[in-house]
């Protein structure tokens, strides 16, 4: 069975720093670009970043550029989140999700997310 | 960045009747527009890519059309499964963009 599972979700102070992780199985990992999604409290999807098969290119959205970074470990078949310089907006659920094909980055799977919390 | 928009906030529609959602771009995206139905407490899940095609194991109650700037989600007779938000997504330009939702609930 093709899926994803995120880990690493915490309450953070603002300010602080965690690492989001992603293990996929049931697919070939190395295939696919691989994408991070939030979703705050009771508000829609925003798409953060996005990587490539081979760790390039990656994207960001404005709002994490410069804090958040993303890596993949192909080989273990796992995608990261380092996110830096938490805020309180930071705090969503954040969801990998995997784009379906080359240059076609709808999101065919996602994972079940797990929750961030920033707050003192 | 494109700014994607979608009407109506709500929609409230009686179990079997046809349910009609819309989603605007504020530049082109071509065909590079996708939609997604997300359940409390769930993941999205794809309903639709490429504005019209289904994705795998979705009813064919599920159609989608469009290109440019204006695309439409019908659901043709409403199951009791199928009330949820349903979200759309452009994947022409960077950065990748969501509509704010539609939510479908019961009349």
């Known amino acids: 069975e093709v899926q994803l599972a995120e880990s690493g979700g915490d309450l953070v102070q603002p300010g602080g720093s965690l690492r989001l992780h992603c293990a996929a199985s049931g697919f070939i990992f190395s295939a696919y670009a691989i994408n991070w999604v939030r979703q705050a409290p009771g508000k829609g999807l925003e798409w953060v970043s996005v990587i490539g098969t081979s760790g390039r290119p990656t994207y960001y959205a404005d709002s994490v550029k410069g804090r958040f970074t993303i890596s993949r470990d192909n080989s273990k078949n796992t995608l990261y989140l380092q996110m830096n310089s938490l805020r309180a907006e930071d705090t969503a659920i954040y969801y990998c999700?995997?784009?379906?094909?080359?240059?076609?980055?709808?999101?065919?799977?996602w994972g079940k997310g797990t929750t961030v919390t920033v707050s003192s | 960045e494109t700014v994607m928009t979608q009407s109506p906030a709500t929609l409230s529609v009686s179990p079997g009747e046809r349910a009609t959602l819309s989603c605007r771009a504020s530049q082109s995206v071509s065909s590079n527009l996708a939609w997604y139905q997300q359940k409390p407490g769930q993941a999205p899940r794809l309903l639709i890519y490429g504005a019209s095609t289904r994705a795998t194991d979705i009813p064919a109650r599920f159609s989608g059309s469009g290109s440019g700037t204006e695309f439409s989600l019908t659901i043709s007779s409403l199951q009791s499964e199928d009330f949820a938000v349903y979200y759309c997504?452009?994947?022409?330009?960077?950065?990748?963009?969501f509509g704010p939702g539609t939510k479908v609930d019961i009349k």
């Open positions: 997504q452009q994947y022409k330009n960077w950065p990748l963009t």
């Open positions: 999700a995997r784009s379906a094909a080359y240059r076609e980055d709808y999101m065919d799977v």
